[in-house]
């Protein structure tokens, strides 16, 4: 079974500008969470979309924003970038949500605002 | 609300050491607990877990108890190697996943030949 993949792996951003980043789950899997990972905050949870539906969401300002897709992919897009929003961004796919615990994990993509 | 203290390192071991990664949280109900891995340039592995008090997680020679009572999670392992460098991660997860995983900072590991 294919695991969680993520697109693209790495990105350059100016600050002010938008970036979108996709996330493909594992087969079957219909719920998808995503995290931000900095050195200064670590690893922070973004929100969750469990069937098209945003079910859970963290502390971060309305320029994070995200959705799912009918195939379960997902996306998630920054608007008006600062230069804090440097860091690698995972997702996570689990088959039924954030509650049931175990998450897999892609390999992040990258972002560097300059 | 919910928060996972654990040493950052790094922590250097010979091979074949004893390791110990200490693990506490502070969660309002019954957590799940994590351990998760993360090797370089990669995303995070589920290495272990556990669902309830005194439940023992395993798995690839790591093991970890949960310990209620004293509100931790240590991760072992009686021998490590050098392919277990990488950055570990303790997380919990309680609340029906309302906040998704807390995790700690990251203990990094490295291992000497």
């Known amino acids: 079974k294919a695991g969680v993949t993520q697109t693209p792996r790495y990105l350059i951003k100016t600050r002010g500008q938008q970036v979108t980043l996709s996330c493909s789950p594992i087969?079957?899997?219909?719920?998808v969470s995503w995290y931000q990972q900095t050195p200064g905050q670590g690893l922070q949870f973004l929100f969750e979309?469990?069937?098209?539906?945003?079910?859970n969401k963290g502390n971060f300002p309305g320029r994070f924003s995200g959705r799912q897709f009918s195939n379960s992919r997902s996306e998630m897009n920054v608007s008006t970038l600062e230069l804090g929003d440097s860091a690698l961004y995972l997702c996570?796919?689990?088959?039924?949500?954030?509650?049931?615990?175990?998450?897999?994990f892609g390999p992040g993509t990258r972002l560097t605002v300059t | 609300g919910n928060s996972v203290t654990q040493m950052e390192g790094p922590v250097t071991l010979s091979e074949e050491a004893f390791l110990t990664i200490n693990c506490t949280y502070t969660?309002?109900?019954?957590?799940?607990l994590f351990w998760y891995v993360q090797y370089p340039g990669e995303g995070l592995q589920l290495l272990l877990k556990?669902?309830?008090?005194?439940d023992k997680g395993s798995n690839k020679g790591f093991e970890a108890t949960y310990r209620k009572e004293t509100t931790s999670f240590h991760l072992e392992k009686g021998s490590v190697q050098v392919s277990d460098s990488a950055v570990y991660f303790c997380?919990?997860?309680?609340?029906?996943?309302?906040?998704?995983?807390?995790f700690g900072k990251g203990t990094h590991l490295i291992i000497q030949p």
């Open positions: 556990a669902t309830k008090a005194d």
């Open positions: 997380a919990l997860n309680s609340g029906g996943g309302a906040d998704g995983l807390t």
């Open positions: 969660a309002t109900g019954y957590p799940s």
């Open positions: 979309y469990f069937s098209e539906t945003q079910r």
């Open positions: 087969s079957g899997h219909r719920s």
């Open positions: 996570a796919s689990s088959f039924s949500g954030t509650g049931e615990g175990e998450q897999y």
